[in-house]
């Protein structure tokens, strides 16, 4: 308790601008950045400051501060001291040498269909391709070490509108504060990943991030891989580290937003989700905000360098469903899709008719003779539980629904709890 009085005196002052919180921020930021949320409301109800202009402090502490005085920021360019960083790692020095010196050789390429499937036709349709760079051992273990020890620290000067990528957000964070919305506009970036390139990484790690220019230029190279067909380096769809350092880049755009679409109706929220774009707002939706708010999106975007896919734009205005990240919104609810919810009760209803191996069996066909009921029960065990994250009541309600029948999930239904 004494702990979290000092961290309160010590975020007070720098609140107020008064001094550099020493040894007490320098401790938290190093080791637990939760433990600001326990002290955080009471400070900002006390100052009756907004949590933006804490931010905006607290963010510039940690750039002047943690930045230049911590050495978060190791100079790759010297291989000594990416041995020293990587300490006990079973890389092998040689890998260590490669990698940076040409991380590109390090990927394997491949192609997969996107959902909303250039090259691939399906029952006439072309169905498009994302190319993932997945990196080798070695490059992935570099770049999970950099997200922990370094990227993961500066967490807090991410946007409050991105739940990408990020510790405790999800798809149901990112749709919860649009449940009792009368309208929603969901939109998103057109190749979003290949447009953020080397030379944004770069300013976002010495702008936004404070890491020194002279070492930056390696680990923008590091971050990024070669396009080929536009020679230049981008973010690659596959890098444990892109998604993080692709929110750092839209700290801008995010910023922008907010205030445009303020400026349109201070009741209007937005949240993002990677590249998906989700606006709502109460009431009926008036021509004339949506024609703003699409136009909002279009000129903050293309301020910051991103192109919007207005082919993929969905509006929803007194729809008795809003659909967006795989979730539905209905009577102020939030629910996983429909398909997801008719095959879970079409599930029950089978096994609530049929023997649970007749079921199983039917659902995964027989394999020289072998049962498929605990395989289809963890399976169907999967989607409760992806349902309960979205939704706990109904996936409760399922639950229930499976009590009276004798099954090896009878075992777990208490994992689901009230």
Not at 104 to 132: A, E
Not at 323 to 341: H, M, N, T, V, Y
Not at 387 to 401: K, V
Request: proline share 3%.
């Amino acid at each position: 308790m004494q702990f979290l009085k000092k961290l309160k005196l010590a975020l007070d002052r720098l609140i107020l601008g008064r001094s550099t919180p020493g040894w007490m921020l320098e401790h938290v930021f190093d080791r637990n950045l939760s433990i600001l949320d326990k002290v955080l409301e009471s400070i900002l109800l006390k100052d009756g400051l907004e949590h933006s202009e804490f931010r905006g402090r607290l963010t510039r502490w940690r750039k002047s501060y943690i930045g230049k005085s911590w050495g978060l920021w190791t100079d790759f360019s010297d291989s000594a001291n990416i041995c020293e960083f990587l300490g006990d790692s079973s890389i092998a020095e040689s890998d260590i040498v490669s990698i940076f010196a040409d991380p590109d050789m390090h990927y394997r390429r491949f192609w997969l269909p996107s959902r909303r499937s250039d090259n691939t036709r399906s029952k006439g349709r072309v169905r498009k391709r994302r190319l993932i760079h997945a990196p080798d051992d070695s490059l992935l273990s570099i770049h999970r070490l950099l997200l922990r020890e370094v990227l993961d620290s500066f967490d807090l000067v991410i946007s409050d509108a991105a739940h990408s990528y990020r510790p405790r957000r999800s798809p149901r964070t990112c749709m919860f504060p649009h449940k009792s919305s009368g309208w929603m506009i969901c939109m998103d970036f057109r190749n979003f990943f290949g447009t953020i390139t080397e030379d944004k990484v770069l300013r976002a790690l010495v702008d936004r991030l404070g890491c020194p220019s002279s070492t930056a230029a390696c680990y923008s190279r590091l971050f990024t891989v070669n396009c080929e067909d536009k020679g230049i380096r981008v973010l690659p769809q596959g890098a444990p580290t892109s998604g993080f350092i692709s929110n750092v880049c839209l700290i801008g755009f995010d910023q922008r937003l907010r205030a445009m679409l303020s400026s349109v109706d201070s009741n209007i929220v937005y949240t993002r989700y990677a590249d998906d774009i989700v606006i709502s707002g109460p009431g009926m939706l008036s021509k004339s905000v949506k024609s703003r708010v699409i136009a909002s999106v279009s000129q903050a975007a293309n301020g910051k360098g991103f192109v919007i896919n207005n082919s993929k734009t969905r509006v929803y205005s007194g729809a008795s469903v809003m659909r967006a990240l795989g979730i539905d919104i209905r009577g102020g609810e939030l629910f996983p899709r429909k398909s997801i919810i008719d095959y879970i009760e079409k599930q029950v209803r089978l096994i609530k008719t049929r023997s649970l191996t007749e079921v199983s069996n039917g659902w995964g066909g027989l394999v020289d003779g072998q049962d498929n009921t605990l395989k289809y029960l963890d399976h169907l065990w999967g989607l409760i539980i992806y349902a309960s994250g979205i939704n706990r009541r109904y996936a409760q309600g399922i639950i229930a629904e499976l009590e009276n029948v004798e099954t090896p999930l009878s075992g777990r239904l208490g994992l689901i709890d009230s």
